[in-house]
């Protein structure tokens, strides 16, 4: 049986409001089971944009780096950061070799050349470092609302979804690159991903350019908002493999020869 993994309702409550139910919902799994982990540093947030998710599982990190400059402008008033970069991974100037942990947060998915940027993290762990990174699962598109194909390439392709990987493409993958793959853990089980697409599609319907459910959520009471997050505080956020997504944590293998980033 997976281990239990639940989050408090203070920062479920926070999440929900910050972010609403379908992506609070999401983002409550990634940082249960990223508050599961130990994780040695220094520590680089790896695409950290707006810095929401990290800070509710840090007080603090030694770098974040994001390519969207509007994004880190963000991440720099939560003050959780030390170094912040405004570049994209394969064009870092943070020290090679430095890092005990790159943390990465629902990015690699939506990575269409994953070589440079897996041989840039490569490069910035120390031997021995650890790559620990969340990703959806090869089954969240057969466990969305509607269980057809045309529907779970629309949804993918509004998500910008390009790696729904296998565990085992997963570890072949970053093998190439110079990593063992260390652990796995699945989240979200079915029912999780349905509600969470469910929510996600009632939130879509603008009204001159405004979403309409974003301007229903701003007026529910503190007190609703709050009784959801007790709700969910509840449940068990965790999945039998392969769930709707997964944590995985990756050693840099001190046998392999620096990887070409090109």
């Not at 880190?72 to 570049?87: C, D, H, V």
């Not at 990703?135 to 390009?162: G, I």
């Not at 939130?203 to 007790?230: D, H, K, S, T, Y």
Request: aromatic fraction near 8%.
């Amino acid at each position: 049986m997976p281990r239990r993994l639940t989050l408090d309702v203070k920062t479920l409550t926070s999440l929900f409001r910050l972010q609403g139910p379908s992506l609070g919902l999401w983002r409550a799994a990634e940082i249960a089971v990223f508050k599961q982990c130990e994780l040695s540093r220094p520590i680089l947030d790896l695409g950290c944009g707006d810095g929401l998710v990290s800070s509710m599982v840090f007080e603090h990190l030694e770098a974040g780096l994001d390519p969207d400059r509007e994004a880190l402008s963000k991440a720099e008033q939560l003050g959780i950061y030390g170094e912040l970069e405004n570049a994209s991974v394969e064009q870092s100037k943070l020290p090679e070799d430095y890092f005990a942990t790159i943390i990465s947060n629902s990015v690699l998915e939506h990575i269409r050349d994953l070589k440079p940027v897996l041989g840039k993290a490569w490069a910035l762990l120390q031997p021995g470092g650890r790559l620990v990174f969340t990703v959806p699962t090869e089954q969240f598109s057969k466990w969305l609302a509607l269980p057809s194909a045309r529907y779970s390439a629309w949804r993918n392709r509004q998500l910008s979804h390009l790696n729904l990987w296998s565990e085992s493409r997963w570890q072949q993958t970053l093998k190439q690159s110079g990593f063992e793959m260390a652990e796995v853990r699945p989240y979200l089980k079915r029912r999780l991903v349905v509600a969470w697409d469910l929510l996600e599609l009632a939130q879509q319907p603008n009204l001159a350019r405004r979403r309409l459910f974003g301007i229903f959520w701003r007026r529910l009471p503190a007190a609703v908002v709050e009784c959801l997050a007790r709700a969910v505080s509840r449940l068990d956020l965790a999945s039998p493999a392969p769930g709707g997504g997964r944590l995985i944590v990756a050693h840099k293998a001190v046998w392999h020869a620096r990887p070409r980033l090109s």
